[in-house]
């Protein structure tokens, strides 16, 4: 039983370069989160696909969008990057209702320069 | 006020102890608790979740919840080295949706 995935595992941009990072649920999941953790800090939530919809957002700005697959999967776009961007961006699988758990894959490494 | 708080770090004790990890939150409305162990330079693991007032045991762990207070806590029994991490506290409910809100998290070294 796979676990989340996410790729790449690392990635260096400069600034005002686009990125997309991928990530696939676990097996069963249907539900996607997006985090952001700065270094030394706790993860904040950047938004969340269900039925490869938009369902929440967090206090993001619109440089960051997303894309959900019918097979679940999801794709974080960030464009025009900053250097305040860099950070380690976190996929979370979980099922579709409010209070179940959602578990983490292993975070893309983004370092803007 | 930061919308969930955990007690500043770091917090050290010998190998064999009690840890002791706590959490409060703003909002009245949160429904659900999750307590994630994040080792250096790795992803956050779940290690505990907990929905209703009281204790819930799980090995080593126990988490306890009071709702009138706004607190959560985690207990490690028996601290082990291989327990140093960093715990995050993580909270969802009725006005933040399935979103969790984080904690900046407790370092948490246990030493041999």
Known sequence: DAGVTQSPTH????????????????SGHDTVSWYQQALGQGP???FQYYEEEERQRGNF???????????????????????GDSALYLCASSLEWVGNEQFFGPGTRLTVL | QKEVEQ????????EGA???????????????????????G??????????????????RFTAQLNKASQYVSLLIRDSQ?????????????ETSGSRLTFGEGTQLTVNP
């Open chain 1, 11 to 26: 990635l260096i941009k400069t600034r005002g370069q686009q990125v997309t990072l991928r990530c696939s649920p676990k």
């Open chain 1, 44 to 46: 904040q939530f950047i």
């Open chain 1, 61 to 83: 700005p619109d440089r960051f969008s997303g894309h959900q697959f019918p097979n679940y999967s999801s794709e974080l776009n960030v464009n025009a990057l900053l250097l």
């Open chain 2, 7 to 14: 007690n500043s770090g770091p917090l050290s004790v010998p």
């Open chain 2, 18 to 40: 009690i840890a002791s990890l706590n959490c409060t939150y703003s909002d009245r409305g949160s429904q659900s608790f999750f307590w994630y162990r994040q080792y250096s």
């Open chain 2, 42 to 59: 790795k992803s956050p693991e779940l290690i505990m979740f907990i929905y209703s007032n009281g204790d819930k045991e799980d090995g």
């Open chain 2, 81 to 93: 080295p291989s327990d140093s991490a960093t715990y995050l506290c993580a909270v969802n409910g």
